[in-house]
């Protein structure tokens, strides 16, 4: 981690008494008009995770400048040398960094991760108005790993159980090595999970806890005064770095009310290329058949040999990214809907294993699918309750002391999100605001996407970044 100033953290902060940060200066203080927070974001594959508290009272923060106390540092990625240096340094380079990388995989509880993805995903991925939906698990994953370090009693075992962790010792190492294990920068394919703290100036903190969200998952520490104009400006402007400018309209509109406490904030963004691009000459207009009704969209065509997975409602094929991982593509069978797969085993193992645990056969894949930009906003808070996640939500239950004296609890809980491809790749974003392919082969498939279906996005480690349901490509 990077300190500003060279500073400790406890230094940086004005850390005083045995274990918190101290409390500003209590000079009396103008009031402050309430300011509703709402945040309404996309993504390409960019994941953003606010968790945000609210006092049970009303709270007057502290006058206050909004400056980085601690700025994480990511590992050094080894540049991609390109196609057809194999035998040069650089190259080298780059294969070590990679498995360095990939060993982080025996630190994963494989198994638990892939039991939250098959909860989470029906969950929040369900809908019935025929509106399109996107789910990140992954996001999802570590913004609610860093809400279990910042609280404890049931509050935090009711996050454990959903996350299939015994302890927070299990859930830290997880979510570190799911960090370590995903985070890739190489010149060519992008995913940069990022995390960050931010504060009020006008209340204290244990250090204790801000430490391990810095050194275990990579997390910025910030502090301010909430609800100023000048530490929105400074969170948007953290926003915009993270997501490369993507989302700048929507970031505009984002900020935090006097009312909140701290923040903890996780973004994920994902771009790459497919590894063989689409011919633009191949693009045809065609009819889309939405739940609703024709629509007219532009389809994307190629034909390539690959695996083809087929089972009982459903089937799959997928794109390659460039050094990176692969974007599935799931078509109901006929008589099915997106909706109907959501609590099908048969599609829960294969979203969780990436198809490696599906049947499939290899094929010639004439592949027709409509480029797409598609968004979607819910609220998570039903769905949380509905998992066992609840006394968070409960200001009477909300157990936050391991992080501050002041009674805290969630205010909010949505996720939104936002996936592009064309035919240079893939770009996708995601926010969560909890208010704290041998031979020639003979068999060959049409595979035309021209009716609601699934993607799923995976990072090269097989493991599903973005889930989404397109009900209609426009």
């Not at 454990?160 to 010792?169: C, H, K, S, Y």
Request: negative net charge; aromatic residues 12%.
């Amino acid at each position: 981690m990077k300190i500003k100033k060279g500073e400790k953290l406890q230094d940086a902060i004005g850390m005083v008494g045995d274990d918190l940060v101290a409390e500003a200066a209590q000079a009396p203080k103008k009031a402050k008009s309430r300011r509703k927070i709402w945040v309404s974001a996309l993504a390409a594959c960019l994941a953003l995770c606010i968790i945000a508290f609210a006092v049970l009272n009303p709270f007057e923060p502290a006058v206050g400048n909004a400056y980085a106390l601690v700025l994480a540092e990511y590992p050094e990625t080894p540049r991609y040398p390109g196609s057809f240096n194999y035998d040069s340094p650089e190259y080298e380079a780059w294969s070590e960094a990679r498995s360095e990388r990939w060993a982080n995989i025996e630190n994963i509880d494989v198994e638990a991760f892939t039991a939250f993805i098959g909860k989470t995903v029906p969950e929040f991925l369900n809908t019935e108005n025929g509106e399109n939906a996107i789910y990140s698990p992954l996001n999802v994953y570590m913004a609610l790993a860093m809400m279990a370090e910042s609280s404890s009693g049931n509050s935090r075992k009711q996050i454990l159980e959903l996350m299939g962790m015994e302890n927070i010792e299990a859930l830290r190492k997880n979510t570190h090595a799911l960090w370590c294990l995903n985070y890739m920068n190489d010149g060519t394919s992008t995913c940069i999970p990022a995390n960050s703290v931010w504060l009020d100036d006008g209340a204290a903190f244990k250090k204790s806890v801000l430490e391990t969200l810095s050194e275990k998952y990579y997390a910025s520490v910030f502090r301010g005064e909430m609800g100023s104009e000048e530490y929105n400006e400074a969170f948007r402007a953290w926003l915009n770095e993270q997501t490369g400018g993507l989302l700048e309209d929507q970031i505009g509109e984002m900020g935090f009310s006097p009312e909140t406490v701290m923040a903890l904030v996780s973004t994920l963004y994902f771009k790459a290329p497919w590894q063989n691009e689409f011919s633009e000459e191949n693009n045809i207009k065609g009819i889309f058949y939405t739940p609703s009704g024709e629509a007219e969209c532009e389809f994307m065509n190629k034909t390539y040999v690959d695996s083809y997975y087929y089972l009982p409602k459903f089937s799959a094929v997928s794109l390659n990214f460039k050094n990176s991982g692969k974007m599935f593509f799931v078509l109901p069978d006929e008589g099915y809907t997106p909706e109907d797969l959501l609590a099908d085993v048969d599609f829960a193992d294969f979203v969780a294993y990436g198809g490696s645990a599906s049947p499939y056969k290899n094929v010639i894949v004439n592949l027709s699918v409509p480029k797409f930009d598609v968004s979607d906003e819910t609220s998570l808070k039903e769905g949380l309750q509905n998992l066992g996640v609840t006394d968070i939500f409960d200001s009477s239950k909300a157990d936050f002391g391991i992080l501050t004296g002041k009674p805290l609890f969630v205010a909010s809980a949505k996720h939104s999100a936002r996936v592009v491809i064309d035919e240079k790749g893939c770009v996708a974003a995601a926010i969560t605001l909890l208010e704290v392919g041998a031979g020639i082969p003979d068999d060959e498939v049409d595979f035309v996407l021209d009716r609601p279906f699934i993607f799923v996005i995976t990072s090269d480690a097989g493991l599903p970044l973005f889930v989404g349901i397109v009900n209609s490509p426009n």
